[in-house]
């Protein structure tokens, strides 16, 4: 076939207008969220004290296709679409006869795809009066794209940056502060909660869970203040879905489609906005693409973990989920890509793998290091941590195709960019990096404490 351009960019004008909601679709009905004490499924008013109402109703909704707000797509347009590329030169030092296409989610000002939910999750807080919003961040980047999202509609933030990240990514904590954020290292002694850790051990590392506690029950105590969460939750993978959406526009101005997806799973939801809009077109006979989470080996939530209900945090405040799950107790190595480590699944990508819709793999970080740097030394962008998963697993199946000969049409998202994140690199090149084991004994511990429903 004809050589695809390098970049395949789409007008304003050709924007998607509408998010998909794969719920509308999906072959078997989801298990609802339930309350974390009665274990009965929770209401619009169980969720009112963390949520503003649109977005609750978005969490519940069936509608197939949900608007963008103008508002929200006025900011969007600061960076959307993004552009698809065509990994011409990675292809050429692979060698390999497959067709790798990348859809690049570091052009944000955030530099991740995260804006995409936290943009309209910032907006319709504000237009129901909410001043201030809450949160936890891993790596820094849900954090940043809140903190962007805040500023754009004038609201306050403040944020809780798990203490290994707040220690190693001191630039991260500045960008939220040039947008206006307050950030805490989690634990902190600005909650019960995260004095009663620090009391244990003051050099806590922190964990996902332990500050999705803090900044949820900081926001349950002010009606003026509520919570919002980077991933996981069924409105953030809808937000997503304008990644798939784009992509799916883009492939079919080169007459493409895909025959592998490949996503880095931490909650779900990069791998969710770019596989969702795909799953529709397959589910109607339009494409047959296989769809694969790519997971860390120090954190295989899907690979590893159980399907059944489990908090979303770690001292057990919010509601039930049924997703994989490590436990709500699983404190993961410390590995660089600090947006996979947490201890569960988005429910939606958990219940599509358990359907057979997707399929897991897992990867140690040093592979996953390894594809990166040769990423950017044919095709320039220095990936997150969390996205050279997705690269290691395209790699792989390209380098199989060299084997085979098979002219496979390979699709990824490389979800946000890693220049604050070169002390990762780092410790790559001065041989530091190791691949952690994983502790099965840890994983047991902590399954043990999962609740009974
Ligand atoms: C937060 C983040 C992730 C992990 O979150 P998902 O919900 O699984 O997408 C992955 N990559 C980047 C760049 C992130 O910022």
Known sequence: ??????????????????????????????????????????????????FPMAIIEQEVSTERYIDIPGEVLDVYRLW????????????????????????????????SHKPNTSVPQAYYNNAEGVTKLTTETGAGQWGS??????????????????????????????????????????????????RQLLAEDPEHTGSLGIAISEAVSVAAADPNVRYALGSVLNHVLLHQTVIGEEAL?????????????????????????????????????????????????????????????????????????????????????????????????????????????????????LECFGAAVQFARSEGIIPAPEPTHAIAAAVREALACKETGEEKVILTALCGHGHLDLAAYNSYFEGEMVDMDLSE?????????????
């Open 1 to 50: 076939m004809a050589e695809t351009p390098t970049k395949i960019l789409l007008e304003e004008s050709e924007q998607p207008t509408q998010w998909y909601n794969v719920v509308a679709d999906l072959p078997e009905p989801m298990a609802p969220p339930l309350h974390p004490a009665t274990h009965e499924p929770v209401g619009p008013d169980d969720l009112a004290p963390l």
């Open 80 to 111: 959307r679409p993004s552009p698809l590329f065509r990994a011409h030169r990675l292809e050429q030092a692979l060698g390999t006869p497959a067709r790798i296409y990348y859809k690049y989610e570091g052009v944000s000002p955030a530099g």
């Open 145 to 194: 794209a809140l903190a962007f999202a805040t500023a754009q509609y004038g609201m306050e933030c403040e944020v809780w940056q798990v203490a290994a990240s707040y220690r190693q990514k001191p630039y991260r904590r500045a960008m939220m502060q040039v947008w206006g954020a307050t950030v805490h290292s989690s634990p902190s002694d600005v909650t019960d909660y995260g």
């Open 249 to 365: 526009l883009q492939l079919a101005k080169v007459g493409e489609t895909p025959d592998l997806l490949v996503g880095c799973t931490g909650g779900g939801s990069n791998f969710g906005g770019l596989a969702f809009p795909f799953l529709r077109e397959k589910w109607a006979g339009k494409m047959n693409p296989t769809i694969r989470c790519v997971e860390p080996a120090a954190c295989p939530t899907l690979t590893k973990g159980e399907f059944r209900y489990d908090f979303g945090d770690t001292a057990g405040m919010t509601p039930l989920m049924k997703m994989h799950t490590l436990g709500h107790g699983f404190v993961p190595d410390p590995i660089h890509a600090g947006g996979l480590r947490y201890h569960g699944m988005a429910p939606l990508v958990s219940h599509l793998y358990e359907l057979g819709e997707t399929e897991a793999i897992s990867i140690p970080q």
């Open 441 to 453: 004994d840890a994983i047991a511990a902590a399954m043990a404490e999962v609740p009974t429903v």
